[in-house]
């Protein structure tokens, strides 16, 4: 594995001489190394690749406007189309990091291929269950049951503020079981305050087109849509950009943000932000969950699932006009969640035939 070493400075140089002549005193730096691989969105999505990396940069006591750690312990590479996606991963792994970590199931194809080659590199993959290589360690997280939260705020603000019968929009980026659990959550929070709320969906196709996500928003904020929930990597900041632009108009409209919390990246005017809130997927904890097994000689191929219980999903409230009221009544569910009171559905199929979601959505579970 790919390994820091640094000389001790004894007898100024380091070079300890003895009776019998000199010998040179070499210390092996045991901290992990790590390389992030992203898709085109990069590190700068304001999202999941950012969440990632904030890991990262945390394991190792760094801060996002201060890496020092960068090149040396860690470092990320974007791969500007999926085409290269296995010679990234090959060129990782013949530098020998301690661990290859790629995010979303993208690239759950390129890492299958990649992994076998390498038997003694450490590999590991976010929102994928199925690689199933004994060198892969695979991260899935409960984003129905965050996204349940997000969509029972925005019902509970709309209720609040007197707004009747709230229409909602969700965008999706590349069609997929993943994305759909963040549909389908937030579709059942929205309709424990609105049982028969209108939902209008929409799939880019794309994780790096705001331009398509911005377009879709501006159409249903037109119609009288009051928040729409966007899960669509660096798609999903067109939706953003669009609820700012209205807001700042006095319209009242809102955005929701995901993965992070991009309650900043709403902003539009002094502390005021069209980000009502995000439903935030740690996958930062992915990130230090495994630096940390490299460190401790525990890392396996196997699968770890964060949802609720483990913080691994959870929403923001970071913006003052979410109205205490709502943040009460999301704690009550929070709790429900993790006791299991409140059954979330995270497939297309289970919600659809337990009447919890209306038919003729774009989700796939496939």
């Known amino acids: 594995m790919k390994k820091v070493f640094v000389f001790a400075l004894i007898c100024l140089m380091g070079t300890v001489v003895f009776a019998g002549g000199a010998a040179e005193t070499k ?18 999505d304001k999202s999941f690749n950012a969440a990632a990396w904030r890991g990262i940069v945390e394991f190792y006591g760094d801060t996002l406007n201060n890496t020092t750690g960068r090149g040396k312990y860690y470092d990320v590479v974007t791969a500007q189309t999926q085409d290269m996606y296995i010679p990234n991963l090959k060129q990782a792994a013949d530098e020998e990091y301690d661990v290859i970590m790629v995010t ?19 590999f590991v993959i976010v929102d994928v269950d199925w690689v199933g290589q004994p060198n892969v360690m695979e991260f899935i997280y409960s984003e129905e049951q965050g996204s349940y939260l997000v969509g029972l705020a925005a019902a509970l603000q709309a209720k609040a503020e ?21 549909e389908m959550g937030y579709i059942q929070g929205l309709r ?17 087109k ?19 929930f966007s899960a669509a990597g660096g798609t999903g900041n067109g939706t953003i950009a669009q609820a ?63 949802d609720m219980v483990d913080d691994g999903v959870g929403y923001s409230q970071a913006n003052p ?21 409140i059954k979330i559905y995270g497939t297309y199929k289970e919600a659809l035939a337990n009447g919890a979601v209306p038919a003729g959505l774009a989700a796939l579970d496939d």
Request: hydrophobic share 40%; with cysteine.
């Open 27 to 44: 210390v092996v730096d045991d901290t992990p190394t790590i390389r992030l691989l992203t898709d085109a969105t990069g590190i700068d």
């Open 104 to 122: 979303g199931f993208t690239w759950a194809d390129a890492l299958g291929e990649v992994a076998p080659m390498y038997p003694d590199q450490n």
């Open 162 to 182: 007197g707004v009747n019968n709230p229409k909602f929009g969700f965008i999706g980026g590349v069609p997929g079981g993943t994305i759909t659990k963040f």
């Open 192 to 208: 424990s305050v609105f049982p028969k709320a209108e939902v209008v969906d929409y799939y880019a196709n794309d994780w790096g």
């Open 210 to 228: 705001p331009e398509l996500a911005k377009a879709q928003a501006k159409n249903w904020y037109d119609s009288g849509v009051y928040a729409i």
């Open 244 to 306: 700012k632009e209205y807001r700042l108009q006095g319209k009242n409209v809102w955005a929701i943000g995901v993965d992070s919390d991009q309650y900043e990246d709403g902003i539009y005017e002094g502390k005021k932000s069209a980000v009502l809130t995000s439903m935030l997927k740690k996958v930062e904890n992915s990130s230090l969950y495994c630096l940390n097994a490299v460190k401790d000689g525990t890392f396996t191929g196997k699968v770890v699932k964060m």
């Open 321 to 341: 006009e979410l109205k205490a009221e709502v943040v009460k009544a999301i704690e009550v569910a929070k709790a429900d969640i993790i006791s299991g009171k």
